[in-house]
């Protein structure tokens, strides 16, 4: 859970800093880029995570 949870911060603050330096958005327009970044990347690392469980319990 750990990892998955760094994972997710990993590419918001990516994605936020990435995208205030080149768009030059606000610091408002950065946190919900942060926000948003970071939930869709963690629930896509975990549904990874699960399909992969789910994968290896079948064979």
Do not use: P
Not at 17 to 38: A, F, N, P, Q
């Amino acid at each position: 859970m750990t990892g998955i949870l760094t994972i997710g911060v990993a590419i918001a603050a990516t994605v936020a800093i990435l995208g205030g330096s080149s768009l030059g958005l606000s610091l408002w327009s950065m946190l919900l880029i942060y926000s948003l970044g970071g939930t869709a990347a963690t629930f896509f690392v975990a549904w990874r995570k699960f399909r992969c469980m789910e994968h290896a319990e079948q064979g």
